[in-house]
């Protein structure tokens, strides 16, 4: 069963900079793509990028495109985003999760499995 696990969240001021990691075991990392989906306090969950089981492919929501970066090191298992530039209203727990094909619709969970348990992203001063 593939196990995703994320780190890299934390406190940064308006500005700043953090990288999430998203570390899968129990299984190869090659065959999914995987997703970084957001949640606020008080608001619905909202997908945030996505990349291709290859790398080649990716997509992100208009809020945070040229700000935020996916990319992937299938050996090491890992997925990265990127986040420059942050905003106040980028703050929510940070998860991502696998999808056995890839889809360019970030906005829909639909499809995706073996979720993390997220981690918390507070942009602050």
């Known amino acids: 069963q593939l196990q995703l696990v994320e780190s890299g969240g934390g406190l940064v001021q308006p500005g700043g900079s953090l990288r999430l990691s998203c570390a899968a075991s129990?299984?190869?990392?090659?065959?999914?793509?995987i997703g970084w989906f957001r949640q606020a306090p008080g608001k619905e969950r909202e997908g945030v990028s996505c990349?291709?089981?290859?790398?080649?492919?990716?997509n992100y929501v208009d809020s945070v495109k040229g700000r935020f970066t996916i990319s992937r090191d299938n050996a090491k298992k890992v997925v990265y985003l990127q986040m420059n530039s942050l905003k106040p209203e980028d703050t929510a727990i940070y998860y991502c999760?696998?999808?056995?094909?890839?889809?360019?619709?970030?906005?829909?969970?639909?499809?995706?499995?073996?979720w993390g348990q997220g981690t918390q992203v507070t942009v602050s001063s």
């Open positions: 999760a696998a999808r056995d094909l890839y889809s360019d619709n970030i906005a829909s969970p639909t499809g995706y499995h073996d």
């Open positions: 990349i291709s089981s290859s790398g080649g492919s990716t």
């Open positions: 129990g299984f190869t990392l090659d065959y999914y793509a």
